[in-house]
C-alpha cells in the first residue's frame, strides 16, 4: 500500500539535497572567482614590474647616451684646442668653432631630456592602461553569485512534500475502491 507520508517526507528530503548541492555549489564558485581575482591581481603586479623595469633600462640608457656627448664634446673642445694652438690660430675663429660644438652637444642633450621626458609620459600612461584593463578583468570576474535562500528551500520542500502527500492519498484512492 502507499503511503502518503512517505511520500511528502521523499519531496521534503529531495529539496533539502537540493539545497545542500546548490549551496556547495555556490562555494566552489565564490572560491574559483576568488583564486582567478588573485590570479588576476598578481598579473597586473607582473606587468607593472615589467613596465617599471623597461623604464628604468630607458632611462639608464639615455643616462649612458648623455654620458657619451658630454665626453665627445669635451674631447672634441680639448682637440680642437690643442689643435688650434698648434697651429698657432686663436681669436674669435676658434671661439666660433668652440661655440659650434657646445651648441652641439646641448642641442643632442636636449633631444635626449625630450626623448627621456616622452618614455616617462609613455611609462605612465602604460601603468594607467595596465590598471584599467586589470580593473576590467576584476569587474568581470566578480559576478554576483546566486546563494540559495532557506526560506525558498523549505517552501520548495513544502511543496514537493504537499504534491507527495496529494499523490499518495491519490494512489491510496485509487487502490481502495474495488
Known sequence: MCNPAALAVVGGLQAGVQYAGARKQAKQQAAFQAQSIAAAQKKQGFQITAATLEQQQREL??????????????????????????AGVSGLSVQALMDDYVRQQAGQQVALTTQQKLYGLQHGLGLKQIGLASEQELLGLSQPIEKPSILGAVLQGTSQAMSGYSTGLSIKSRMSTP
Open 61 to 86: 640608457a639615455i643616462a649612458q647616451e648623455k654620458g657619451k656627448v658630454t665626453k665627445q664634446a669635451r674631447e672634441q673642445l680639448a682637440s680642437a684646442t690643442v689643435s688650434a694652438g698648434e
